[in-house]
């Protein structure tokens, strides 16, 4: 039996316009997915996942999604969470060298699904390492990072950028831009989260985005001006100036919004933190719904989000420095 642990992630500056090659900074949170594997006899796959925020559930098959179990999240989150899963592992079976191996795979996570915090990602990335070790191999972060890139990539038809997946991995904040990755230094950073209790689908949201892109230059300009913010943003962290970082925080969330991937929620959170004295707030992710992220050295923006009617939970998390974990 292995069981490993990975990091969810917020993005500082960048989400979307990453999937056009422009820079991102996600940054990993101590919020953690963790799976277990154990070897089992014959080559199917048997989940059981608890707490995905919701209730647990148990599904049993052999590569497609039949038997969906009844739970209270949209059915496309939960056939989503079971496609990375097995993607995940098909990854391991092929890094291991041993093709029909199966397993038994118990998924807890302390990242609600589809909330822009990452959770796909962490749940892959702690899939292919604790079933790797399983079978024997143990691949660097880097190795990991690249394997669970390919699920993502294959999960989501092309569409998804190595910003989520590398970041888990190797943990800390990280600079993606097309096939380029790299850690990057910070000064602390306050990270205060705001989650509406909702779920975005981003596949729907990148395709979204995709559309207006191809219908209007502007669109294609917001997103190169994304690239831009992110560029200042990554100047400022390395210079330590947090309220510049704050400042440009704020403007990557208004150009999201002018790519409509904000909503009357996120924007109440995001309101609430920056009234509240945060020294700046965005929504994080693919949007929709979910999550926002400010930066707050105060109590403030906590307790003003505390008593937001949009807000199901809040939090103070701290950065992950590091990435994906065996779990004693
Ligand atoms: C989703 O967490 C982030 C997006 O930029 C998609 C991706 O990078 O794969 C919206």
């Known amino acids: 039996m292995a069981t490993s642990t990975a990091p969810g ?7 979307h316009a990453v999937v056009y090659g422009e820079p991102a900074i996600p940054c990993a949170i101590e919020q953690r997915a963790r799976v277990t594997v154990e070897e ?27 038997g969906t179990p009844d739970v209270d999240v949209p059915e496309s989150l939960i056939e989503a969470a079971m496609g990375y899963v097995d993607e995940a592992v098909t990854q391991a079976r092929e890094a291991a060298g041993v093709p029909d191996a199966g397993f038994d795979v118990s998924i807890e996570s302390e990242l609600p699904l589809g909330a822009g915090l990452g959770s796909s990602a962490a749940v892959v990335v702690a899939a292919i390492d604790a079933a790797t070790r399983e079978l024997g191999t143990v691949l660097s972060r880097e190795a990991v990072a690249e394997r669970a890139y390919q699920v993502e990539y294959a999960v989501q038809d092309g569409q998804a950028s190595r910003a989520d997946t590398y970041c888990s991995a190797v943990g800390g904040a990280v600079r993606v831009a097309g096939d380029e990755t790299t850690r990057i230094g910070t000064p602390a950073l306050p990270i205060i989260i705001g989650y509406d209790g909702g779920a975005g689908d981003t596949g729907e949201l990148v395709a979204g985005v995709r559309h207006l892109r191809e219908q209007h230059s502007f669109a294609a300009e917001t997103i190169a001006t994304i690239g831009d913010v992110t560029r200042r943003g990554e100047e400022a962290l390395r210079a330590g100036d947090l309220a510049t970082v704050g400042t ?56 003003a989000l505390e008593f937001t009617p949009a807000v199901e939970k809040t939090f103070r998390a701290a950065l992950a420095d590091t990435g994906v974990e065996r779990d004693p």
């Open 40 to 66: 089992r006899r014959g080559s199917g796959l048997r989940i059981q996942a608890d707490d995905l925020t919701l209730d647990g559930f148990t599904v049993e098959y052999t590569g497609d999604t039949a």
């Open 9 to 15: 992630k917020i993005y500082l500056f960048g989400e």
């Open 248 to 303: 440009l925080m704020n403007f990557n969330h208004g150009l999201l919004s002018a790519l409509g991937v904000s909503s009357r929620s996120l924007s109440s959170m995001v309101w609430a933190a920056r009234d509240a004295g945060a020294l700046g707030a965005k929504l994080t992710g693919a949007g929709g719904s979910g999550c926002i992220v400010a930066l707050d050295e105060t109590d403030q923006a906590q307790t």
